[in-house]
């Protein structure tokens, strides 16, 4: 629930794959492997960076009150997602 009313249940989303960061944007919701929550989590970025590990995304689900713990690798990046069929 985490995503609702964006995406819930019920929803179905097209996917694509990033080819590189510069394909992920503020704004965009993205499936990733996460590295506090078993499977794949599909948030929003809500900030990109760079630090001395490289690039970065912080993300958030529009239903929660904080942000993801961490930083996201490109890496961890599995799918953007570029519509969400209701």
């Avoid at 629930?1 to 919701?29: F, R, Y």
């Avoid at 492997?33 to 912080?58: C, L, M, P, Q, T």
């Amino acid at each position: 629930k985490s995503m609702d009313p964006v995406i819930d249940s019920t929803s179905k989303a097209i996917e694509m794959v990033p080819k590189s960061e510069d394909d992920i944007h503020v704004g965009d919701i993205v499936a990733y492997a996460s590295n506090y929550k078993d499977g794949i989590v599909a948030h929003r970025v809500v900030e990109i960076g760079h630090d001395s590990f490289g690039w970065y995304a912080r993300l958030k689900g529009d239903n929660n009150d904080y942000t993801d713990p961490g930083k996201v690798r490109f890496g961890q990046i599995k799918r953007i997602v570029i519509a969400v069929i209701y």
